[in-house]
């Protein structure tokens, strides 16, 4: 390594730098800064694009002083089982101070991606206002803004490329905010507004695509109608990326005709999602699109059941991604299995989550002809009725490429159905085959053993979701103790307490965070940690009617939730009241 590094020392900065260009992982980035002092330099200079996985782990002075000819920042707020409903929407992540920081340092930010975060409508007029060349924004699962903020966008941002708004929480004070696009606005690229629950000015939606040439993803909500989309489609046929709003029209109408006519004209689709309102008999109009899609989204698409999903499925020879309902059945994720045998990924959501109707969701019959029919499938999210430790053996056998395996039994603590026994084989079979497994979600009735499996066999695990399982400390402790790449952990509804958290503290500064909630961690141990780890922030969640005063809580005091991450700039400054940073 020295004598490679002093060879590259005899090159000039600029040649350097382009070799440098060519590394995109952030990792790489992050091995080659640390290299010497003149890398370290090298690289701080010429990186424009920054990941940051929790916005509190650093500060935007210390993201600018670090990297200031930044011009792509991917940010990250809430922690992930926000998704749940587990953290309270007030808790923080606000962006606001990041753009103001950046706006005050002369950065020519050109791209924003949002995950989790809270954007007000005043972070989005001042990002558009600020920045003359930005080109790209991405939200996804954040709150707090209005159409007034998109309209901001919209008006000032003239050299636009990609708008992409996923699952957020958006206050739509009607659908003016398309028309906000200038008549010169011709840049668009991407276009995804989905989750918007408004009306759409579907003739200033019409002519902002008919004049953005370049135009390759268009994803629209609900308000607009198949024939406003037919007529939009007529105008871009070049898409790549296509998701339908209202799929509602009588099959045999000259809508629907006109609909099947200019579909086959859009040979360029490879991905397909929407259906949000759907007339199941409609559907044959997109079957000319389907031989060649490589993606489909139907997990907002609830009016589509079992039989209308196979003769669509049957159409989707490529396949590689595949989001779906439970609705399917096990019968239609056979019909995939035989169907699709280019697939990676396969994500079933739950269309009860409180599994109310038992005839809709899928169980280990599935998975198991999944993994029968795709041996390529290495990403799967899977919520189901129920499993046996045989089936997961099994599909551990038939797919052991997994990176990413979430399985969720709508049931947390449901036994092997045939065994009544834990699920620790199952899932321990899993981590011993799946040798590349990044990401695993456990589920159903487990013991410690399982956990003892995760840390004897999960080498490469970086992230682990926990919920309802365990007997002992020892479980957690196995965790800690194996999994050595482990980043994010997160648990809820578990048995463990203190002496798991204190056990190895200085593992805590190898990941990025903790997460427990309802567990048996007390408010004395996590002082103790936050005492002897001061680069860790400790945040304990104060809220609800067992809330507890700051000024004198007891020691033995449950915690209720507790969030535990590295930090390289102290407690944050924005925590509301129910959050004490420790």
Request: charged fraction near 25%; hydrophobic fraction near 40%.
């Amino acid at each position: 390594m020295c004598l490679f590094r002093d060879m590259m020392s005899y090159f000039p900065e600029e040649v350097l730098e382009h070799v440098f260009d060519f590394l995109t992982s952030h990792r790489d980035r992050n091995a080659v800064s640390l290299v010497c002092k003149s890398w370290y330099s090298l690289e701080r200079f010429s990186r424009e694009k920054v990941f940051i996985g929790n916005c509190y782990a650093v500060n935007p002075e210390r993201l600018i002083a670090r990297f200031p000819r930044v011009r792509s920042l991917t940010l990250k707020g809430k922690p992930h089982f926000a998704d749940f409903n587990l953290v309270p929407h007030d808790w923080g992540g606000d962006v606001y101070p990041w753009i103001e920081a950046m706006t005050k340092n002369g950065i020519n930010l050109e791209e924003l991606r949002l995950k989790r975060m809270l954007v007000s409508d005043e972070s989005l007029e001042l990002l558009a206002k600020s920045f003359p060349n930005f080109k790209s924004l991405v939200l996804v699962s954040c709150e707090g803004f209005t159409t007034d903020g998109l309209a901001a966008i919209a008006s000032n941002c003239r050299f636009l490329r990609e708008l992409d708004l996923q699952e957020n929480e958006v206050d739509d004070r009607k659908g003016h905010w398309l028309s906000c696009f200038p008549d010169s606005c011709t840049s668009l690229v991407s276009l995804n507004f989905a989750c918007l629950k408004g009306e759409v000015n579907v003739a200033a939606l019409e002519r902002l695509v008919a004049r953005c040439h370049n135009l390759r993803s268009l994803r629209v909500n609900h308000a607009v109608p198949l024939e406003a989309l037919q007529k939009i489609l007529v105008k871009a046929p070049q898409l790549n990326d296509l998701g339908t709003g209202s799929f509602v029209h009588d099959p045999d109408s000259e809508t629907s005709k006109k609909m099947k006519n200019t579909l086959e004209n859009c040979k360029s689709v490879r991905s397909l999602s929407g259906f949000l309102d759907v007339n199941p008999h409609c559907l044959p109009a997109v079957y000319p699109i389907c031989t060649d899609l490589t993606s489909l989204n139907l997990s907002y698409a609830p009016g589509i059941y079992s039989n209308e999903l196979i003769k669509l499925i049957c159409h989707c020879k490529k396949l590689e991604r595949l989001w779906i309902l439970d609705t399917i059945g096990d019968k239609g994720l056979g019909a995939v299995a035989s169907t699709c045998k280019e697939l990676q990924e396969l994500r079933v959501f739950p269309s009860d989550l409180y599994g109310a109707d038992n005839a809709a969701a899928v169980t280990e019959e599935g998975l198991v002809s999944i993994s029968a029919g795709c041996p390529k499938l290495n990403s799967l999210l899977y919520f189901c009725q129920q499993m046996t430790n045989a089936a997961l053996i099994t599909v551990a056998k038939n797919c052991p490429n997994f990176i990413r395996f979430r399985l969720c039994t709508l049931n947390p603590v449901i036994p092997d159905a045939v065994t009544n026994l834990p699920l620790d084989e199952g899932f321990g079979a899993i981590v011993q085959s799946c040798k590349g497994l990044k990401r695993l979600s456990v589920s159903g009735r487990l013991t410690d053993q399982v956990f003892l499996y995760i840390g004897m066999y999960a080498e490469q695990l970086e992230m682990l979701s926990i919920a309802f399982a365990g007997d002992s400390d020892k479980g957690m402790l196995y965790v800690l103790n194996g999994c050595k790449k482990l980043k994010k952990l997160e648990i809820r509804d578990s048995p463990f307490g203190n002496a798991a958290l204190l056990s190895d503290m200085g593992k805590y500064e190898t990941m990025r965070s903790l997460w427990m909630s309802s567990c048996e961690v007390t408010y004395g141990a996590c002082k103790t940690l936050a005492e002897k780890m001061p680069t860790l922030n400790v945040e304990i969640i104060n809220e609800g009617e067992d809330q507890v005063e700051a000024s004198s809580p007891d020691a033995r005091h449950r915690v209720e939730k507790m969030y535990l991450y590295r930090t390289l700039v102290g407690p944050r400054r924005d925590a509301p009241d129910f959050v004490w940073t420790l």
